[in-house]
């Protein structure tokens, strides 16, 4: 069986076998023991150290003779191997903390916990996630080491049971005694047999690394501690095995080396020559590993001229299929072809980087190598392509074509850079780039004319709007070159993922004509247009993060997203979830293009048109505030915004009240609150208000309806007027007649801190933030909403109730009903007001820091205010010492704000922390 030697020592720690006499000195150092190599170190996230071993290039008897005490017949036949390169190999096992920095998980539990442990209970395939993270951080080539490179390294030159010598007066199980080649006992060299620790006492598991003392090489925890994975597959011998320190790997699907031993087994299987076998998808509590590096980077010759390149190069040879081309996502680098129920449903493509990026791996492999087998294999895949590509220029997502039709994958596809990808493959061979020198003339030309056709597919395949044009969508009808939808949660649109990727292809164009430049102009224009600004907090909108949704909508150039019921939405929390989370439906795709790329490809073939600068030399038009008599007015240049009113304003006396604001004026200029309407004169454009003032459990007045209660603005001064952001800040007091002191004067019982944040408006829409803060100023205040089933109070809008009003939240249209209404954190309404009988619309967007949030809503279709509820019925308790703060957003729109739009425009209020006001 052959994971046999996994299971077999628990029983046995307890085992000790008693030798009679005097042993014999162990003898002198064996011959060949190697000198401690150099130790580089590396760093990872955090300052976490990595400290490699330099290990030279040399020969060694692998495996063990048949006369060696403990011997299992796998290690066999003994062969010499020639590694005849140098390599770095890691000083310790990987450790816990290593881990950490990379992975930011635990698989460890039990049995040894702490930064500088070895990491365990890890299989092979989370041994090859983590080199391929630790190969992103572009130091170098790190992988597993071979299973000859491993025992090489272990021996460091010695040729006995362990590498310092074999123990002979010691068994095979826990007991302990001279070392044999080197001064000192086994125990000094490795843990073995729990250390004669039992299962449930503390010290009884792994043990920091470094503890012992280290082989020839200086390398640490060579024998025991943890069992070391290693590339090669298990075999059940050494017969056929590589001998030039290449991992074995001939077959799929088969267990995968391990090597060392563990601290938790007997004597015998921590010898240099034990091995076993184990699935790749499994770790046991004992499995760890050790990393090999190599200082070159994986785009360089010596990297493509190695074992490892080899082996892939071959693997990927294995999988052409008769036609030439390669299935997708077929783990290349981990295995040779599997039979066709890995393949046959896929077909051969050019999705996911299929068949191009094959091409380019074998041809770096024949430049290194020479082997005629990767030329011949790069040939036949070259012919393929040029066979695959369409009279127009384009290419199809797979071929052979589908039969039956009607098949996205017979679609010109830039969906994940296919288009793109074999292009660059392309341009590539034309330009004679080293690598592809083998190439003959007469292919060459057939080559260039494929770039020449499919430059002008790609130029063809822009989407124009209304003479305009903008960027590309995933995937074309191969006839029309018309936009086409492919899978269910892939619309019909255009993309911006995939036209950063072909912008930046056609920048790469040496002497680019008129027409080329000015497809890049338009695309780049166009996604500086559409982009949307994730403000951080206390960060100015144009200092934010960009960001671009991958599809939108070709007319109104809208977010598009859509899971798999292939209903189109405008908001992403409509998406089910495996689709929201495993899909790039948003990214800062244009990013780099927008602020490095195109400006050092502009600045040398388009001088004199910087499209970017557009909105740069645009008159900025500040926001700022002019403080009056009454109060304050908010600007956007000599536009009016909003009126705050400082000073108390009555109608004939009556209805006073301050600290509210009017009017509110849409984009165009239009007045869209009220102020005293006939129905309500209590109501005040956008004001904050309660029925219930309680303290204790005396009434001092309705704040609401205006009876017992006035405030007193006894502060208000302007924060900050910049050129995208005005504030004012305000201080206010809430009185009643019905709450004195003992001479019979008005005292305070709230002290309200409001501060008002005005933005600059976009092409659509403004933001206008408010921040109310409550501070008790007396023990047991509490505030409450109108004390009946309506429970209306709290933040609300007295708008001038449009001709065609909607109300809309984040599930669609609202109807207005005589009590309260769920409707989510946002709420919008939109109408015909009075002004040229435009739409305008205003939305409430409520913070996530809102308590009760999200709240309910009373909303009116005629004679009332609009009111996000809080607290409700119910009044709630001030605090003397924390205040209680609710903040709102509105925005002010044009009417043309989709569903989605103001979903994504909450999910980016709920982003910002909360800040104070000042």
């Not at 039990?110 to 041994?127: A, L, T």
């Not at 939405?569 to 990214?587: C, F, I, M, N, Q």
Request: proline share 5%.
């Amino acid at each position: 069986m052959v994971e046999r030697k996994m299971n077999s020592s628990l029983s046995l720690i307890a085992v000790l076998f008693l030798i009679v006499g005097r042993c014999a000195a162990a003898g002198s150092a064996a011959a060949g023991q190697a000198s401690a190599g150099k130790t580089v170190a590396l760093t990872l996230a955090g300052g976490v150290k990595l400290e490699m071993v330099h290990i030279p290039a040399g020969s060694f008897q692998m495996g063990s003779p048949e006369t060696e005490r403990g011997r299992s017949r796998d290690e066999g036949p003994t062969h010499t191997v020639n590694i005849n390169y140098d390599f770095y190999m890691g000083k310790y096992e990987v450790t816990q903390a290593q881990w950490q920095a990379l992975m930011k998980t635990r698989p460890y539990k039990i049995y040894g916990m702490g930064d500088n442990y070895p990491v365990f209970r890890v299989s092979w395939n989370d041994c090859q996630a983590f080199i391929s993270a630790l190969n992103q951080l572009d130091i170098g080539v790190f992988r597993l080491p071979s299973e000859a490179e491993w025992e090489y390294a272990c021996r460091a030159g010695t040729k006995s049971r362990f590498y310092f010598g074999n123990s002979p007066c010691c068994g095979d199980y826990c007991q302990d005694c001279e070392a044999g080649a080197m001064q000192g006992k086994r125990s000094d060299f490795m843990w073995y047999c729990g250390d004669n620790v039992r299962d449930g006492e503390p010290e009884f598991g792994a043990k920091p690394v470094g503890q012992k003392l280290p082989n020839g090489f200086g390398l640490y925890d060579r024998s025991g501690h943890v069992w070391e994975w290693c590339q090669d597959e298990y075999h059940f011998n050494y017969e056929g095995a590589p001998t030039d320190g290449s991992a074995w790997q001939e077959r799929a699907g088969g267990p995968r080396v391990l090597r060392g031993g563990a601290w938790d087994y007997q004597a015998r299987y921590c010898r240099s020559a034990c091995r076993c076998g184990y699935s790749a998808e499994r770790g046991y509590t004992f499995h760890g590993f050790r990393l090999v590096w190599l200082r070159y980077s994986r785009e360089s010759e010596q990297w493509y001229g190695s074992w490892p390149a080899v082996f892939t190069a071959d693997n990927i040879v294995s999988y052409q299929s008769e036609f030439g081309g390669w299935p997708k996502n077929m783990g290349f680098a981990e295995h040779g072809y599997q039979g066709e129920k890995f393949t046959r449903n896929w077909g051969t493509t050019i999705d996911n980087g299929a068949t191009y990026t094959q091409l380019a791996f074998l041809a770096r492999v024949y430049h290194a190598t020479g082997k005629k087998r990767f030329r011949d294999s790069f040939i036949r895949g070259l012919d393929y392509l040029l066979e695959a590509q369409y009279h127009n220029g384009g290419w199809p997502q797979r071929y052979p074509l589908d039969k039956v039709g009607n098949d996205y994958g017979d679609y010109i596809t830039f969906n994940d850079d296919a288009m793109v990808g074999v292009m660059r493959l392309m341009r590539g061979i034309a330009d004679k780039k080293p690598q592809y020198s083998f190439i003959d003339n007469k292919q060459r030309k057939k080559v260039k004319t494929a770039v020449r056709k499919g430059l002008q597919c790609i130029l063809n395949c822009q989407v124009t709007v209304d003479g305009k044009r903008s960027i590309w969508p995933q995937q074309c009808d191969e006839k029309t070159l018309e936009p086409r939808a492919a899978r269910a949660f892939e619309p019909v649109s255009i993309c911006s993922r995939e036209s950063v990727s072909v912008v930046n292809f056609l920048m790469e164009i040496e002497r680019p004509s008129e027409t080329i430049i000015d497809a890049i102009q338009s695309a780049v224009a166009w996604l500086d247009e559409n982009k949307t600004i994730i403000r951080q907090a206390g960060i100015n909108e144009t200092n934010g993060r960009a960001m671009w949704a991958r599809f939108y909508e070709i007319k109104s150039s809208q977010p598009l997203f859509a899971g798999t019921d292939a209903k189109v939405k405008h908001s992403l929390a409509e998406v089910d979830k495996d689709k929201r989370t495993g899909y790039s439906y948003l990214g800062g795709y244009a990013s780099l293009l927008i602020a490095r790329d195109y400006p050092a490809w502009q600045k040398k073939w388009a001088p004199g048109k910087n499209v970017l600068e557009k909105s740069k030399k645009s008159p900025v038009k500040p926001v700022r505030i002019v403080k009056s008599d009454e109060g304050f007015t908010f600007y956007e240049g000599e536009k009016k915004v909003l009126f705050y009113q400082r000073k108390p304003k009555s109608l004939d006396g009556k209805y006073t009240r301050c600290n509210y604001i009017h009017p509110v004026y849409g984009l165009d200029g239009e007045v869209l609150t009220e102020d005293f309407p006939g129905d309500h004169r209590h109501h005040r454009g956008i004001f904050w208000a309660w029925h219930q003032l309680l303290v204790g459990k005396q009434k001092v007045g309705d704040g609401w309806s205006i009876e017992d209660f006035y405030m007193d603005v006894h502060n208000a001064r302007i924060l900050k007027t910049e050129s995208a952001l005005a504030a004012l800040k305000v201080e206010v007091l809430w009185k009643s007649p019905l709450w004195t002191d003992a001479q019979g004067r008005q005292k305070p019982f709230i002290k309200e801190t409001t501060a008002i944040s005005v933005h600059r408006a976009s092409q659509d829409f403004r933001k206008i933030d408010f921040r109310i803060s409550l501070l008790a100023l007396a023990d047991g205040v509490r505030i409450g909403g109108a004390d009946n089933e309506k429970a209306y109070g709290g933040f609300s809008a007295r708008i001038r109730l449009p001709k065609g009003i909607r109300f809309t939240c984040r599930d669609g249209e609202v109807e207005p009903v005589r009590l309260p209404v769920e409707a989510g954190p946002w709420l919008d309404f939109s109408g015909h007001f009075p002004k040229q009988g435009e739409i305008s619309g205003l939305a409430i967007l409520c913070h996530r820091s809102l308590p009760r949030y999200p709240p309910q809503w009373i909303i009116r279709r005629k004679r009332s205010m609009q009111n996000a509820i809080y607290p409700g019925r119910e009044p709630v308790l001030l605090s003397r010492e924390k205040p209680l703060v609710l903040r709102y957003r509105l925005i002010v729109h044009r009417g043309k704000l989709t569903q989605g739009k103001l979903d994504q425009l909450q999910a980016q209020y709920n982003a910002e922390k909360p800040q104070s006001p000042e």
